[in-house]
């Protein structure tokens, strides 16, 4: 059973905490004014030319060095003294007017980077007093408009991102100018303002207290990349850390449980699928170190250290090693009414995030809010299955209606803007998580259940009531394209894979949908989705949605989700009769796991009973092994009690063992949990942030009662023993000591990347640590890419783990995952994930994958001019092998064409680019660097000929740069084809 941390937890704040966090929000600046101050200061400076020695900071600097920008130029000053850097920084100075800008998100920007300009270059001697005047009076005059106005409405000035983005500007130039004495207002009444501003409750409540960001989290990232370098330079000058706020502390978190598996945010409400971890880049080297650490390996599993500037030369602390110590995988946002279930974080995980609405969003902000109460997303194994409808940024809210989410529909109306939907009985019991979303639109009262089991499938459960008879339309929207992609119905089923609509590619990743019937399985005659661009008419895809249809006054729908590998069958689902009800049965190996939810008062399945919105249990070799209850009701198994809620509202999941039994448990105050007789009659009641506590019994003839006169906590844990041993509360997560590949010991880190290697590791060993209160020996889990690791290994005494991979040939990127649990009272779990590629160095060189667009491949013109006309796609017509090659055509005007790859090359090695080519022009293979710096080489041209004939590039990598291209290229009119590329190391 793995430790949640819920998010409610952090909205409840003690005296101290609350003391704390009024503090930073208290202006505090030094009176003294000094330069640079706000990234580093002038001792930092040999530290500093230290640092762009070595990676990351110095591939950072090489970027730096040859950039334009004012801020790059005078850090290229500071470091190295090169004049006509500093010179061109003052003449931008002098010239700049940061308050022409009409709006504070449109001064933000330019403010700040004015600001952090001038602080690196503030005592270069080519600055006259009276230019410093200038300069000074500029920024001190936007500053002052701003204190102004920033809070008042208008064009560019709406609360939330705009406001905070421009307070954020006037923070850094107030500790910038820390030393003004010639303005209205103070430098510190400046900084007091942004502060004030920042936490006015029009702005900071965009950002509810869980840290969802009502506008999305492409909208919380922009706004943090603003906010992110003042908070640094505000915590420099006074040690106090914006972020240590809990709902900006949420803010950040929520960040990273909205991810993807794949990396990019999922696409909720008002945004497109995105990446937005790269923002937390700045948050590493100040605040709680766990937190640095969680950021650190959010950037590791799905970011990227590539593209960093300035500010990452002086604030990043490559020091800081990831972890996901402190980041549950499953976590409930109480306030916005959101829920994110994973399996675990990796990026094969299975995840499922489903959402209700908060009142006080559906009641103000229509605006950034869909119609799409009780919807769902999920993603496995590193493809997205079931999908939401994205976002046009305000083109139009055509993607906001509710049949364009997974929502139930009533007589073709669904949940509105307006309409909120609430989160109730989250739990979190190991082997399963689960969440329920209520809420009553079109004369219906409709209560949603999920279910995510074993990390591996969901369900879902619902109950309709209306006091007449309606049509109920069960809706699923796939990410397949109606004209290029399939999906399978047959009966009560449903299959699909992923698919990527940019390229018309299936995906290796399937989808069964299995509807306990009777249902009517349709598919919906139009719906279309956004997923990535903010253009209707470029990022827009019609896509297969299903409906499962019903019409009755009270309904009930049962339906199982069941993500697979296509290498990988489902295990079999059967629908099973179930007298007064619903009944779904999944089968793998000795397990039986069933489902069942009743249509009236009762339902029965074979030996099973239940009275309750959802039961369900599984059994191995006919022994329980966990059984769930969504009440009030019982559940019965064979003739015999297996749980009960009664009083009111529950939920509850219980998890039998030999030493204990444990009770995952959720509702409101004056539920009471009813269990059969057991020789367990100590209850421990464990919440977090809290010591385990003696927990009331009472024995009522052959059953056990357990009563909540308030509502248990959120994150509840009942453990039931026979002893009266109190649990053992433990914050602490076992730690990865030891760790060795093929026999060669490793740094024994959370993440250890070997790239791409030409086989797989076959031999891992662990050993884990933990010394109080010891390791859980039965929670090791071992998976490959998502899938449980056969053999199956053992966790030994001692905490050693040795696995054997087997044999492991697929050409693709590979993770293996191991995590372990302690025996504390809310069990904390450690990760450690081993990552190695076998894909080909050229990917994709078959052309074969993708569609008219190849995957992998950039294509484009690298220069043009206005007649400039061409066309770079794959063909069906005459490939040398499979189905596809890819042709250039140059048609008229400047013709500079390329198809490139990014490719993992090693400075100093030789490698062979071979492939086949024909055409009716000569064309040619190039190597360089994506900036086009540095070593820049091509292959000699090869044809024109109308046979395919082979054609062999030898080159030795000289260029320092991290990212090398490889490219077949056209540079005249005419068409050259080209297939079968492959590039390999000189042995």
Known sequence: MMRTCLLLAALVLGAGAARETEDVWRATLPTTEAHPSLMFGPEDLPAIRERVTRPPYSDWWEGVRTSSDIISQAFTWRLTGDKEKAEAVRQHLLRCYPTGYHCCCGVADALQGIAEAYDLVADYEGITPQEHRVIRAKIARSCERLYQSALLSGPGQHPGNQRTRGLCALGTAAIVLRGYADSAHTPQQWLQRALDGIRDDANLSFWRDDGMFIEGPAYSAFTLSVMLPFARYYHRASGKWLFDDPRLRNALYYLIHVTQPDGEANAFGTTNMCGVVNYLRLCIGAGRPQDQAVYRWAIAQWGSLEGGGVRDIGLFDDRVQPSTTGLPTTRFFPVSQEASLRSDWSTKAVALWFKGKEPWLAKGYGVYSHGDVGSFILHAYGELLAVDAGYDHWVSYDLYPPELHNTLLVDGKGPVSGTPGLLENALDAGVLQAGEIRATYAGAAHRRVFLLVDGRYAV?????????????????????????????????????????????????????????????????????????????????????????????????????????????????????????????????????????????????????????????????????????????????????????????????????????????????????????????????????????????????????????????PTGAVVRLRAAPARPVTDADPPRLVALAVDGRPAEAAAILDLGRVEAAPRQVQLRFQDRRPGLDRDSLRVQLDGLPLVPAAQLERDGSVALALGEVREQTDHELLVSVADQAALPNRAQFLLRFSLRPLLQNGGFEEGGQRPAAWSVGAWSSDAQTQYEIRTITENPRSGRRCLMLRGIAGHLNLAASQQVPLRQGQTYVLTGYYRGDVPAAASFCSRSGRGQYLWMPAVGPSATWIPFRWEFTVENPEAALLVAVRLGQPGVACFDDLALEEKR
Not at 525 to 537: A, C, L, N, T, Y
Not at 541 to 559: G, P
Not at 572 to 587: H, K, M, Q, S
Not at 607 to 636: F, I, K, Q
């Open 460 to 712: 879902i459960a619902d109950n309709i009531r209306s006091p007449k008879a309606r049509r109920y339309d069960w809706q699923i929207h796939t990410p397949v394209s109606r004209g290029t992609g399939q999906v399978t119905l047959r009966g009560n089923r449903a299959s699909w894979t992923g698919f990527d609509p940019r390229t018309d590619t299936p995906g290796k990743v399937r989808l069964e949908a299995v509807w306990a019937g009777p249902v009517r399985l349709a598919p919906m005659e139009k719906s279309r989705w956004q997923p990535w661009s903010s253009d209707p008419k470029t990022g827009s895809y019609d896509n297969w949605a299903l409906v499962a249809r019903q019409e009755r006054a009270n309904a009930r729908y049962l339906t199982l989700l069941y993500p697979h590998p296509e290498t990988q069958p489902a295990p079999p689902i059967e629908t099973v009769a179930a007298t007064g009800g619903r009944c779904l049965v999944l089968r793998a190996g000795a397990t039986r796991d069933t489902f069942l939810v009743p249509e009236g008062p009762r339902a029965r399945a074979g030996g099973l009973v239940t009275t309750a919105a959802l039961g369900a249990t599984r059994e191995r070799a006919g022994r329980l092994e966990w059984a769930y209850l969504s009440g009030p009701g019982r559940l019965e198994r064979d003739g015999k009690l297996v749980l009960a809620l009664e009083g009111t509202a529950g939920a509850v999941a219980l998890v039998p063992s030999a030493q204990e039994e444990r009770l995952a448990v959720s509702g409101a105050s004056g539920l009471r949990v009813v269990l059969p007789a057991g020789a367990a009659r100590h209850a421990f009641l464990c919440a977090p942030g809290a010591a385990p506590r003696p927990l009331a019994m009472t024995v009522q003839g052959d059953q056990r009662v357990l009563s909540f006169p308030t509502a248990p």
